[in-house]
């Protein structure tokens, strides 16, 4: 998997590359130090499909 990529339980989130920029509105979390951009399945196409495994 991706470095920059965090599947977390049910959980899907991408590196926050400027720290406490929200694009649309999606949650941010830090883990390890760095923070984390969480994907919604019901509002990503991409997302979905990762969490489905395709």
């Known amino acids: 998997m991706n ?3 965090l599947a977390d339980g ?3 989130a991408t590196r926050n590359l400027v720290k406490g920029f ?3 509105g999606e949650r941010l979390f ?3 130090g760095e923070e984390w951009r969480e994907w919604n399945p ?3 196409k991409l ?3 990762i969490a489905k495994g395709l």
Do not use: F, I, Q, T
Request: hydrophobic residues 35%; charged residues 30%.
């Open 47 to 49: 997302a979905a499909a």
């Open 3 to 5: 470095p920059n990529l």
């Open 10 to 12: 049910n959980r899907l």
């Open 42 to 44: 019901n509002r990503s």
């Open 30 to 32: 830090e883990k390890n």
């Open 22 to 24: 929200k694009v649309h």
